[in-house]
């Protein structure tokens, strides 16, 4: 059995379709692309309306790629619109939020052949060149953002058992992984049905694992304790947050029912930044959301300036049906949020390149992904600690993938978003 896997959207989605990957192979089936495929697995996404209108698209382009495969459709957009997706858009069958871990088992309970019972194969292989897994830990958020319709899709909030998780990241280490993701939907308020909290987790992962990197994916910046933050001096524990702004100003941020106000933001990052100095921050940042000012929008500006982000994620408000913000009364004309829009990517790329720029001439170690030929040399791209993407050309004999080396960062690219790097001697 040949299976393809499609992800739209979060690092908890991927994480999903990476799990349901190695369960299909510890059942005796072949990850492969789609045109080779006897079953397509779309993992989709309803963040935004424009993830939507792709998660459409993406089906009709599935279907056609190979008419002849049986297409299993989940995720967001998938669990809110489900009737559209099995019979509008003609899929083989729909598995909502609720169900998905049982995404294998329902899938082969479809197929005319099923594939093998379970063996003892090791699930945590990877297929060749994976050298960072996404791992789910915690599902559903009890909070209710005015603009977020995730959280009506994923439900309430549920915890994987730390003894779990510790043993899955023992066997993909064992498989070759150096780096591993933690996600979830409300990642900060991971165990708060288990009566314990996230530095727990990170704790037990970094004691009783030999993971190289630790990565952590989106964290609301709230729920965080101070021993979280201490959890930052660990070495293994890479040097780098994502923490959703959204706003700049404490109206909008009201508007929004964020738990976490403008000045609130400012002393997070800095007890953050107290623990780890060179810590960099990513974030996201709505614009346009109803009722904002030109001075609320000046608000976003100003704080992500002072910051100093790394990246900013940047989402033209768009209303969801089933949420109070679509609701809200003075919705902003859509060349309003284009023109804000406009100015904070050329704030954020400026942003960008000034982080970038205060790394150079540091060695760091370089987690090396991938690499592509290019004339007489190859040319690998990687990421610091501090999640800043490095390229190095290199020998063509030479294989980098999959392995940490020190580098030393040279230039920054004429593009402005990426360094370029030279390994250190010996390397």
Not at 112 to 128: K, W
Not at 218 to 226: H, V
Not at 268 to 291: E, K, M, S
Not at 392 to 411: C, E, G, M, Q
């Amino acid at each position: 059995m040949q299976v393809a896997f499609e992800t739209l959207g979060c690092r908890l989605n991927e994480a999903e379709s990476e799990s349901w990957a190695r369960r299909f192979r510890a059942q005796g089936a072949a990850v492969v692309p789609v045109a080779q495929a006897d079953v397509v697995v779309l993992n989709t996404c309803a963040v935004t309306g424009e993830a939507m209108r792709k998660s459409r698209q993406i089906i009709r382009r599935l279907k056609r790629a190979n008419p002849q495969a049986r297409l299993v459709v989940s995720g967001c957009y998938a669990t809110l619109h489900p009737a559209e997706v099995a019979k509008a858009l003609g899929v083989d069958l729909v598995i909502p939020n609720q169900d998905k871990d049982r995404l294998v088992e329902l899938t082969r309970e479809i197929l005319p052949e099923r594939i093998p019972a379970p063996t003892a194969q090791d699930a945590a292989v990877f297929a060749a060149s994976r050298q960072r897994a996404f791992i789910k830990v915690q599902d559903g958020c009890r909070h209710r953002c005015t603009f977020c319709i995730v959280t009506v899709a994923r439900g309430r909030e549920r915890s994987r058992p730390v003894a779990d998780i510790v043993a899955e990241l023992r066997q993909l280490c064992a498989a070759g992984i150096r780096e591993a993701v933690l996600s979830g939907v409300h990642l900060g308020g991971y165990g708060s049905d288990l009566g314990i909290g996230l530095s727990d987790l990170v704790r037990a992962v970094l004691e009783e694992t030999d993971l190289p990197r630790l990565r952590l994916g989106s964290l609301e910046p709230w729920e965080l304790s101070e021993d979280f933050f201490a959890l930052l001096e660990h070495p293994r524990l890479m040097p780098h947050l994502h923490l959703p702004l959204q706003s700049g100003s404490d109206p909008v941020l009201k508007r929004m029912a964020r738990r976490c106000r403008r000045d609130d933001f400012h002393r997070l990052v800095d007890r953050a930044r107290n623990h780890r100095p060179d810590l960099t921050v990513t974030t996201d940042i709505i614009v346009g959301f109803p009722g904002e000012t030109e001075r609320d929008f000046e608000q976003s500006l100003t704080l992500a300036e002072e910051i100093g982000f790394a990246h900013i994620h940047i989402f033209p408000y768009s209303p969801r049906q089933g949420t109070a913000a679509a609701g809200f009364p003075d919705q902003i004309p859509n060349q309003v949020k284009k023109a804000r829009s406009r100015r904070l990517h050329q704030l954020a790329a400026s942003l960008r390149r000034q982080v970038l720029t205060s790394h150079l001439g540091l060695i760091q170690p370089v987690l090396w992904e991938r690499g592509r030929a290019e004339a007489d040399r190859q040319l690998f791209t990687g990421y610091t600690p501090h999640y800043l993407r490095v390229q190095v050309k290199v020998p063509p004999d030479l294989d980098l993938t999959n392995s940490i080396t020190p580098t030393r960062l040279t230039a920054v690219t004429e593009a402005g978003d990426q360094l370029v790097g030279a390994l250190d001697a010996g390397h």
